[in-house]
């Protein structure tokens, strides 16, 4: 095995390479890193320039290696001696900090590493390796091939005429380069009420934004946010009853509360207690049933993921800031359609509970919804060519690519 090829340059296809770098087995001589665009490594996630859009972690669990916690925030003190290991840092210096730890696996390491830009639309196994096609008709042979492809946008949300989502008052994608593209004078729709929508608030407001911002979601949940600290919240151990959980949705909600509950008595907060079972998460999606894994989507996953995935408090304290002024306004409600006019466009919905239809004028309407996981609705030639030809096929639940415990692809 010579070429290992990585498709995707993000945080997942970055930390391939640089522990190929550091550790590959002899037979390995190098590595391909392949990124579609000319972004800086770390995608999309952390090439924001935007200092508001900080991380959503304390830099002091943030370090890329698990047998060195400390190396990211040593990296950011460097810069700014004063942070500690409870500071939520601009995402951009995340991004920073992969590309420098990249550079430092290849400069140690015998391997030879290949950055190469371009979009791979086509994947094909050929005898002893696979054949990866570019948008630019190049071909790149490889012995393995590693899938880091990341997020996808949105989808658009069924209405009853969908002929809006061709507007261009209309943004699918919030990190496209024009998605902020408006007049500031009129009132914004951002679809969605979490952490994207959360970035994508703070933009508008950074970029001068005079009217009303709306957000519009079913239950008009926010992101819980962290808290202020100097430094991070000790680690608590997972519970001790966590493989007597019932296999069952409910069954593990109720037994969480009841950790939550415990937790306080002792002077824990919630959070740990949520943080305490990260490890263990994937084995407790694998212990449930098809059937419960569907509940637990319908009726948990909005509530879990606004405990699991919080907000900075920097970020919470801005958007709070945004509420209280009117800037931002939160709807809980179910989006109806779209109207469009010379001046604008005319937004249906109701609320939540509420039979009545009502309406709202904006200027500009901004998906954040959150990124697609479901491939029969992802357009990407990479995955279309994927499904086409047999080589993975999705998850029942439209959670992305089937695949084995250790992620490899079932055909």
């Not at 959070?271 to 989507?297: G, H, K, N, Y």
Request: aromatic share 6%; glycine share 8%.
């Amino acid at each position: 095995m010579r070429t290992i090829a990585i498709i995707g340059a993000g945080f997942s296809g970055t930390m391939v390479a640089v522990h190929l770098l550091r550790a590959a087995p002899p037979s390995v001589e190098r590595v391909l890193l392949i990124e579609r665009s000319r972004r800086e490594i770390g995608g999309v996630a952390y090439e924001t320039p935007s200092a508001s859009h900080t991380l959503n972690v304390p830099a002091g669990r943030m370090s890329a290696f698990e047998d060195d916690p400390d190396d990211f925030l040593r990296y950011v003190r460097r810069r700014e001696p004063s942070l500690t290991g409870g500071s939520f840092v601009p995402r951009r210096e995340y991004g920073a900090y992969l590309a420098d730890t990249l550079d430092r696996a290849r400069r140690e390491s015998s391997l030879q590493l290949l950055r190469v830009s371009g979009q791979v639309v086509r994947l094909r196994e050929e005898t002893g390796g696979v054949v990866l096609s570019l948008d630019d008709g190049r071909e790149l042979h490889a012995d393995r091939a590693v899938l880091a492809i990341g997020n996808y946008p949105p989808s658009d949300l069924p209405v009853a005429d969908p002929g809006f989502y061709s507007s261009l008052r209309y943004a699918r994608d919030p990190w496209s380069p024009d998605a902020c593209e408006r007049d500031p004078g009129r009132p914004v729709l951002l679809l969605g009420t979490g952490l994207t929508m959360l970035d994508l608030a703070l933009a508008l407001r950074d970029s001068d934004q005079q009217a009303p911002i709306y957000a519009l979601s079913r239950r008009g949940l926010l992101p819980r946010a962290h808290r202020v600290a100097a430094k991070p919240p000790p680690h608590l151990d997972p519970p001790a009853t966590l493989d007597r959980w019932p296999d069952t949705a409910l069954g593990m909600l109720r037994e969480l509360r009841r950790e939550v509950r415990e937790a306080a008595g002792e002077r824990h907060d919630w959070r740990e207690v949520v943080t305490s079972i990260r490890d263990d998460t994937p084995a407790l999606w694998q212990r449930l049933s098809p059937a419960e894994r569907e509940r637990f989507l319908r009726h948990v996953r909005p509530y879990w993921e606004t405990h699991r995935h919080r907000s900075s408090p920097e970020t919470a304290l801005a958007i709070e800031t945004m509420l209280a002024a009117g800037a931002l306004r939160v709807i809980a409600g179910r989006l109806v359609g779209f109207e469009e006019d010379a001046d604008g466009v005319t937004v249906s919905y109701r609320r939540r509970g509420r039979p009545e239809l009502e309406t709202l004028r904006v200027g500009k309407v901004i998906n954040c919804t959150g990124p697609d996981t479901d491939l029969e609705r992802v357009r990407e030639p990479l995955v279309a060519s994927l499904l086409r030809e047999g080589l993975v096929r999705p998850d029942p639940l439209g959670l992305g690519v089937d695949s084995d415990e250790a992620g490899r692809l079932l055909d």
